[in-house]
C-alpha cells in the first residue's frame, strides 16, 4: 500500500515531539557540572564566607556549625561552649574549575594558623581553625599544605589548625548569611574593631594569597 506524503511527515516528527515533550533540557544542553564539598573553621565565619564567595569555580558558600556533638546548635549553643561546635564555612565548588589545593591556599591566607582556641578578637574553642576533611585525598592534600607551612619556617611557633574528619555540617542561622553583604558597615566595623587585617598583614605580608609555603613577605610570627 501506498503511503501517504503527509503519513511520512508524521511518523518522523513523532519521535521529534517525545524528545521535546520528555526531555526538552537532553537536547543540545550543557552537563550539570560536578560538584565537590569543603568545610572549613577559621574564625568568624562572616569572613570565613566572605573569602570564598565570589571566586571562581566556587558555586555556593554557607555558615553554620561543625565538629561538636550537639545536633542542631543554634548560635547561643556556642556561645555557651557546650555544644562542641566551631564556627564553619561550607563550601560547594566545581573541582573542574577550582582545586581543593587552591581552597586550601585561600583558607590559609584568611586565618590565624598560630594561635589556639582563637582568632584575632574571637577567644573560644568556636573560633578554633579546622580544616575538616570530606575523603582521602582532602585529608592527603590540607596535611600536605599544613606541613609545608612549617617546613617553610616562615613562621616560628608550628601552625595549630587541626585536620579532623568532616562531620555534620548545620546551617547556621539566616541572619548570619551573607551577613557581610546585607550589613556592610556592621561588619566593617568589626573587621576593624577586631584588628583582622593587621594581623593578617603581620602573619602573611602584604600579598595574602601567594601561593602556600610561601617565604616571601611576611616576618616571622
Not at 546548635?73 to 556561645?79: A, F, I, R, S
Amino acid at each position: 500500500m501506498r503511503r501517504s506524503p503527509i503519513g511520512s511527515t508524521v511518523l518522523i516528527m513523532l519521535p521529534l515531539l517525545g524528545l521535546l515533550i520528555l526531555g526538552p533540557g537532553l537536547v543540545g544542553a550543557a552537563p550539570p557540572p560536578v560538584k565537590s564539598v569543603a568545610v572549613f573553621a577559621g574564625g568568624c565565619f562572616w569572613s570565613m564566607e566572605k573569602a570564598f564567595d565570589g571566586v571562581a569555580g566556587v558555586l555556593q558558600t554557607t555558615v553554620g556549625y561543625a565538629g561538636g556533638t550537639k545536633a542542631n546548635p543554634n548560635y547561643h549553643d556556642l556561645g555557651k561552649g557546650d555544644a562542641g561546635h566551631a564556627e564553619s564555612v561550607q563550601v560547594v565548588y566545581d573541582p573542574a574549575k577550582i582545586t581543593y589545593q587552591r581552597l586550601l591556599d585561600i583558607y590559609w591566607h584568611h586565618i590565624d594558623p598560630l594561635t589556639v582556641n582563637a582568632a584575632f578578637c574571637d577567644h573560644g574553642a568556636q573560633y578554633r581553625s579546622v580544616i575538616f576533611y570530606g575523603d582521602a585525598e582532602q585529608r592527603r592534600l590540607a596535611e600536605a599544605s599544613k606541613r609545608e607551612l612549617d617546613q617553610s619556617h616562615r613562621f616560628a611557633t608550628p601552625v595549630v589548625t587541626a585536620i579532623q574528619p568532616a562531620t555534620t555540617f548545620y546551617p547556621g542561622e539566616e541572619y548570619h548569611q551573607k551577613y557581610y553583604k546585607k550589613n556592610p558597615e556592621s561588619y566593617q566595623r568589626y573587621v576593624i574593631g577586631c584588628g583582622r587585617e593587621e594581623r593578617l598583614r603581620k602573619i602573611w605580608g602584604e600579598s595574602r594569597v601567594s601561593g602556600v609555603g610561601s617565604q616571601q613577605s611576611g616576618a616571622k610570627q
